[in-house]
């Protein structure tokens, strides 16, 4: 998903560009030549060769840089991108651009290439992988509207690997920004599409790593020291789209248990983002997008209680587990594959990048102030709320508990996202011994509230209680949650 956006987004004007990237399955790519606003239209055909350079360690992809020579026409150019941060959100990259005499890249002394990577280890660039397409491009004009279709289909290999391409992006080249979305829902009418958040070049890079079929954990996200509360806004919510949509092809793909935790983990981390920022971003769609991430997180939740399940009662399942897990996998998966789910995942992204709270807030002060004075704000609530709510934690009923995890959950979420604005080796320090605390107190809580919920399910199933759950685990478990609560509290801030 790429995003193109300028200041003058957040201060009320329309952007001048705006892009948006898709992915549709290959059999459905051949339906969008017989879309209505396509029908009359002949594309511009290109046939494209990209060859993409790193070292054998992948310095280049380690610093952020892609190196790729792209052959179409007859012609050769080399390409130079620096990357932003993560691919997914609000974001732009400088780039360089030149002819080159063949398919070899030239990175002489006078390269820019040269600022950014020693020349050392350039000189260990080789071919990486290859990405050979095949582009058509219209222009058409929607709603009034001008806007370029982009549908690249071909493949990516590196060794004998090799992995499909199927994807379309829209940019708009004149016109309101809002009418790239609805064209993109208009088409996704007929023609099932998703959010891409992938470029090429990281397929590329995935294929060697043999990743492609691996569930993926929340990356890192760096906000620069002066990005400002909505720019880190976006930037996470970014992120946690790319989480959940990395983990949902791979769910849909391959259906497992870790997949499917990381798509929910995804899903929490952007309802708490949400919840996070309410002050600054609620505005007249905020309550309908919190409340259909809750309904996508909802039916993705019976197939996860079901796996733990499983876990606790080992392979020797009954057959009525095993039949409702099934079916609980079945109903996560036709929830992914609604069009209600992927229509979802496109309006995130336009009220992120559209929305009133962006375009007309009603606190502008407050969206363009630095985010790190948001965000030290935002722990030091969240640390007097779970240090009020945690109190004789031993003595809480289950519910009162689950009310101290749903905090701990929410704390933890925002120290990973505002971790990046405190970068002195004290808070360094300070954060690593916080969070450490706060795992364990997360972690413990999460067992705790298994074991409270599980009964239900084992009556379900007429499974014997203390088989599957002994009282003993309870109290040692209890115990260490009390502790790392205190351990928690006793912690000093990062912030």
């Given at each position: 998903?790429t995003?193109?956006?300028?200041?003058?987004l957040?201060?009320g004007?329309?952007?001048?560009?705006?892009?948006?990237?898709?992915e549709?399955?290959?059999?459905?790519?051949d339906?969008?030549?017989?879309?209505?606003?396509l029908?009359?239209?002949t594309p511009?055909?290109?046939?494209?060769?990209?060859?993409?350079?790193?070292?054998?360690?992948?310095?280049l992809r380690?610093?952020?840089?892609?190196l790729r020579?792209?052959?179409?026409?007859?012609?050769?150019?080399?390409?130079?991108?620096?990357?932003?941060?993560?691919?997914?959100?609000?974001?732009?990259?400088?780039?360089w651009?030149?002819?080159?005499?063949?398919?070899?890249?030239?990175?002489?002394?006078?390269?820019p290439?040269?600022t950014l990577?020693?020349?050392?280890?350039?000189?260990k660039?080789?071919?990486?992988?290859?990405?050979?397409?095949t582009?058509k491009?219209?222009v058409v004009v929607?709603?009034?509207c001008?806007?370029?279709?982009?549908a690249?289909?071909?493949?990516?290999?590196?060794?004998?690997?090799?992995?499909?391409?199927?994807?379309?992006?829209?940019?708009?080249?004149?016109?309101r920004?809002?009418?790239?979305?609805?064209?993109?829902?208009?088409?996704?009418?007929?023609?099932?599409?998703r959010?891409?958040?992938?470029?090429?070049?990281e397929?590329?890079?995935?294929?060697i790593d043999?990743?492609?079929?691996?569930?993926?954990?929340?990356?890192?996200?760096?906000?620069?020291?002066?990005?400002?509360?909505?720019e880190a806004?976006?930037?996470?919510?970014?992120?946690?789209?790319?989480?959940?949509?990395?983990n949902?092809?791979?769910?849909?793909?391959?259906?497992g248990?870790?997949?499917?935790?990381?798509?929910?983990?995804?899903?929490?981390?952007?309802r708490?983002?949400?919840?996070?920022?309410?002050?600054?971003?609620?505005?007249?769609?905020?309550?309908?997008?919190a409340?259909?991430?809750?309904?996508?997180?909802?039916?993705?939740?019976?197939a996860?209680?079901?796996?733990?399940?499983?876990?606790?009662?080992?392979?020797?399942?009954?057959?009525?587990?095993?039949?409702a897990?099934?079916?609980?996998?079945?109903?996560?998966?036709?929830?992914l594959d609604?069009?209600?789910?992927?229509?979802?995942?496109?309006?995130?992204?336009?009220?992120?990048?559209?929305?009133?709270w962006?375009?007309?807030?009603?606190?502008?002060?407050?969206?363009?102030?630095?985010?790190?004075?948001?965000a030290?704000?935002v722990l030091?609530?969240?640390?007097r709320?779970?240090?009020r709510?945690?109190?004789?934690?031993?003595?809480l009923?289950d519910?009162?508990?689950?009310?101290?995890r749903?905090?701990?959950?929410?704390?933890?979420?925002?120290?990973?996202f505002?971790?990046?604005?405190?970068?002195?080796?004290?808070s360094?320090?300070?954060f690593?011994?916080?969070t450490?605390?706060l795992?364990a107190?997360q972690?413990?809580l999460?067992?705790?509230?298994?074991l409270?919920?599980?009964?239900?399910?084992?009556?379900?199933?007429?499974?014997?209680h203390?088989?599957?759950?002994?009282?003993?685990e309870?109290?040692?478990?209890l115990?260490?949650?009390?502790?790392?609560?205190?351990?928690?509290?006793?912690?000093?801030?990062?912030w």
């Open positions: 998903m995003i193109e956006t300028t200041d003058r957040s201060s004007d329309a952007a001048s560009e705006i892009e948006l990237k898709l549709i399955d290959q059999a459905a790519m339906r969008l030549t017989t879309a209505e606003i029908r009359n239209t511009k055909v290109i046939h494209q060769v990209s060859a993409y350079f790193d070292t054998p360690e992948q310095d380690a610093a952020g840089v892609s020579v792209r052959t179409a026409g007859g012609k050769h150019v080399q390409t130079i991108k620096v990357s932003g941060g993560a691919a997914a959100g609000l974001f732009a990259r400088p780039e651009e030149h002819e080159v005499a063949g398919f070899e890249p030239e990175i002489e002394t006078g390269s290439i040269h990577i020693a020349g050392k280890t350039l000189g660039v080789r071919q990486a992988f290859t990405v050979t397409i582009r491009q219209w929607h709603d009034g001008t806007v370029e279709l982009v690249d289909t071909g493949s990516v290999s590196a060794s004998d690997r090799v992995t499909p391409v199927s994807e379309l992006e829209l940019e708009l080249k004149d016109g920004p809002s009418a790239i979305f609805a064209l993109a829902r208009e088409l996704g009418v007929d023609i099932p599409m959010l891409g958040v992938l470029t090429k070049g397929r590329g890079y995935r294929l043999a990743a492609m079929s691996d569930a993926i954990k929340a990356e890192r996200l760096d906000l620069a020291p002066d990005t400002t509360t909505a806004f976006a930037q996470i919510v970014g992120t946690c789209l790319r989480h959940f949509r990395l949902e092809n791979v769910l849909r793909r391959h259906p248990p870790e997949a499917l935790h990381q798509a929910r983990v995804a899903l929490r981390r952007l708490s983002a949400l919840s996070i920022f309410k002050p600054v971003v609620a505005d007249d769609r905020f309550a309908h997008l409340s259909e991430l809750k309904w996508l997180a909802g039916s993705l939740g019976a996860r209680d079901l796996d733990i399940l499983r876990q606790r009662v080992g392979d020797a399942s009954h057959p009525a587990l095993l039949a897990h099934e079916d609980a996998y079945t109903t996560a998966l036709a929830a609604s069009k209600r789910t992927r229509d979802l995942m496109i309006d995130v992204v336009e009220w992120t990048a559209l929305g009133m962006r375009t007309q807030p009603l606190d502008p002060k407050r969206v363009h102030a630095p985010a790190a004075a948001f030290s704000e030091r609530k969240l640390r709320r779970i240090k709510r945690g109190r004789d934690l031993d003595h009923d519910e009162a508990r689950h009310q101290v749903i905090t701990a959950k929410k704390l933890r979420y925002a120290t990973g505002f971790q990046s604005l405190y970068p002195d080796k004290r360094r320090r300070r690593k011994a916080f450490k605390h795992e107190l972690d413990h999460g067992i705790l509230n298994d409270a919920t599980a009964p239900a399910l084992l009556d379900r199933f007429g499974l014997d203390e088989t599957v759950l002994p009282v003993a309870r109290e040692p478990i115990s260490d949650a009390t502790d790392a609560y205190e351990r928690l509290m006793g912690s000093k801030r990062f």
